[in-house]
């Protein structure tokens, strides 16, 4: 069945190292959405890809969208404590536009 | 507060009873999703609803069901419990569209003991 998966599982960094998480597709998507859940909290929503070889930065975040739509990218630039949680990528299940199939996340910690 | 409002927050149960978990999705949400998340599944999809129509299902067992109500209010029921349902329980909404992610409630921690 179709599968999203994540790489690393873990990622320890030293705050002000940069940090990136691979996201791959068993199939084509549509878009792509990243999710970050800080520990003991919920999934929350950061940014939707939408067109192939995509781009967009979110302040010491950057999103890429794969050119074949089947892989995308989370690089965070000079980490902060902050940024610590799990990030999850996310396409819809089937094609479709309804339900999100998770990848299973990149647990980052950063040692201040 | 995302909007998405989710109740109970903890709950410990024994095995074999029967929970019932509530969801209010974000005001104009149409759609409602369920997830489990245990520790090492991820976010597993269970259910999905669309204006009180059942839209999706993912794995969800035959001892769950659910249903969303003409307020919009979603349900999850889960029933003979067992140890391994004990998990994170999360609801979802989202307008339908691209360009809108789920706004997540704060889920529900089932400890069946």
């Known amino acids: 069945g179709q599968q999203v998966m994540q790489i690393p599982q873990y990622q320890h960094v030293q705050e002000g190292e940069d940090f990136t998480t691979y996201c791959n597709s068993s199939t084509t998507l549509s878009n792509i959405q990243w999710y970050k859940q800080r520990p003991g909290g919920h999934p929350v929503f950061l940014i939707q890809l939408v067109k192939s070889g995509e781009v967009k930065k979110q302040k010491r975040l950057t999103f890429q969208f794969g050119e074949a739509k089947k892989n995308s990218s989370l690089h965070i630039t000079a980490t902060q404590t902050t940024d610590v949680g799990t990030y999850f990528c996310?396409?819809?299940?089937?094609?479709?536009?309804?339900?999100?199939?998770f990848g299973k996340g990149t647990k980052l910690s950063v040692k201040p | 507060d995302s909007g998405v409002t989710q109740t109970p927050k903890h709950l410990i149960t024994a095995t074999g009873q029967r929970v019932t978990l509530r969801c209010s999705p974000r005001s104009g949400d149409l759609s409602v999703y369920w997830y489990q998340q245990s520790l090492d599944q991820g976010l597993q999809f269970l259910i999905q609803?669309?204006?009180?129509?059942?839209?999706a299902k993912g794995n969800i067992l035959e001892r769950f069901s659910a249903q969303q109500f003409p307020d919009l209010h979603s349900e999850l029921n889960l029933s003979s419990l067992e140890l391994g349902d004990s998990a994170l329980y999360f609801c979802a909404s989202s307008v339908a569209g691209i360009g809108y992610g789920y706004t997540f409630g704060s889920g529900t921690r089932l400890t069946v003991v």
């Open positions: 996310a396409g819809p299940r089937g094609g479709s536009q309804g339900n999100l199939i």
């Open positions: 609803y669309y204006n009180g129509e059942e839209r």
